[in-house]
């Protein structure tokens, strides 16, 4: 009994020209933290929903105070260079003021440019860990969650499973003899065509499955966990 169970569920050849494999999720997702902090938005309903929305958020409270102190000098560091440069379009003008006082209020312009960039780039760096504070996803069947809200998360946490379940794939390991000419032959599910398609074909021998190849099929069938019969004729 429990080699016929084996059998059944793994993706194994039965013979000639007929396999058995399982119809699964189209693609499966791990969503991890990108950044530290606090969960305070997470709706457990949300699991074993197909969903678009904003799944889980972090605290940013500390990040759009700092995003705001960075808005506020740079619209002042902005207003004293070109109060600056005015200036010195006007000062380098004025007979008897020698070259190195000319060249000292450059510098000042230049220094002041400089400080400009590097907010520029702070700012830069708090809008980029602000979008990662939000984890949102676009009809993704959610599987469930691996945390909860009030917990804190470093980089890297797994915060869930989800799977793209608008269509499915069943994975096959195909004899030599059926890669032949494969894409000139019908695929049939439980003896029916048009039921799947091909969508990729791994050449290269499988490590595990020796002497056969790798043959990812899709369809709109989603009874995931289902098994069926697959022959390419």
Request: proline residues 1%; positive net charge; charged residues 30%.
């Amino acid at each position: 009994m429990k080699k016929y169970l084996l059998l059944t569920l793994t993706p194994l050849m039965l013979f000639a020209q007929s396999y058995m494999a399982k119809i699964e999720p189209y693609k499966t997702y791990t969503l991890y933290a990108q950044s530290a902090g606090e969960i305070v938005q997470l709706d457990t309903n949300d699991e074993t929903k197909t969903v678009t929305k904003t799944i889980v958020k972090l605290d940013d409270e500390l990040e759009q105070k700092q995003l705001s102190i960075y808005k506020k000098q740079l619209k002042l560091y902005l207003q004293k260079l070109h109060i600056l440069e005015k200036s010195y379009a006007k000062y380098i003008k004025i007979t008897g003021k020698s070259q190195s006082d000319k060249d000292d209020k450059l510098y000042e312009i230049i220094d002041l440019k400089i400080s400009i960039e590097t907010l520029q780039a702070n700012i830069y760096e708090v809008k980029n860990t602000l979008k990662k504070k939000v984890v949102t996803v676009k009809d993704l069947y959610i599987k469930e969650f691996t945390v909860n809200n009030g917990d804190y998360v470093s980089v890297g946490a797994t915060l869930a499973k989800a799977y793209e379940i608008n269509k499915s794939k069943i994975v096959v390991y195909v004899s030599m003899s059926d890669i032949e000419n494969i894409h000139n032959k019908k695929v049939l599910i439980n003896g029916k065509e048009n039921q799947a398609s091909i969508e990729k074909i791994d050449l290269t021998v499988d490590d595990v499955y020796v002497s056969a190849y790798k043959v990812t099929l899709i369809s709109k069938n989603k009874s995931f966990g289902t098994v069926v019969n697959v022959e390419f004729k």
